[in-house]
């Protein structure tokens, strides 16, 4: 059973760190792309970050190159995402997701596999 549980959220205040943690289970994971995507409230669901199966390549939306890191831990099954300098405007349920494809996926339909989000508040 292909399952992504995603698990760090919490409440930050502004310009603080937080760690988002994605552990996969049924599929070869070592050969999908991985990505974060985000929704806030009223908004569309918007990509984070995305890396490669070998983290040979990453990705990083507008807004959060800089700050957001995304890294793998392909023994352990796991996707990370590291948000530092958070700001209000990064408060969403964040998810992860897994792609069926060799390169970086940027749009929610190349993903096939999605975890049930965690949330992340930011203020003070």
């Known amino acids: 059973q292909t399952q992504l549980v995603e698990s760090g959220g919490g409440l930050v205040q502004p310009g603080g760190s937080l760690r988002l943690s994605c552990a996969a289970s049924?599929?070869?994971?070592?050969?999908?792309?991985m990505g974060w995507f985000r929704q806030a409230p009223g908004k569309e669901r918007e990509g984070v970050a995305s890396?490669?199966?070998?983290?040979?390549?990453?990705h990083y939306e507008y807004g959060v190159e800089g700050r957001f890191t995304i890294s793998r831990d392909n023994a352990k099954n796991t996707v990370f995402l590291q948000m530092n300098s958070l700001k209000p405007e990064d408060t969403a349920v964040y998810y992860c997701?897994?792609?069926?494809?060799?390169?970086?996926?940027?749009?929610?339909?190349?993903?096939?596999?999605w975890g049930q989000g965690t949330q992340v508040t930011v203020s003070s």
């Open positions: 890396i490669t199966g070998s983290s040979a390549y990453t």
């Open positions: 049924g599929f070869p994971f070592d050969t999908y792309t």
């Open positions: 997701a897994a792609a069926r494809v060799p390169d970086i996926a940027t749009t929610a339909s190349e993903y096939d596999y």
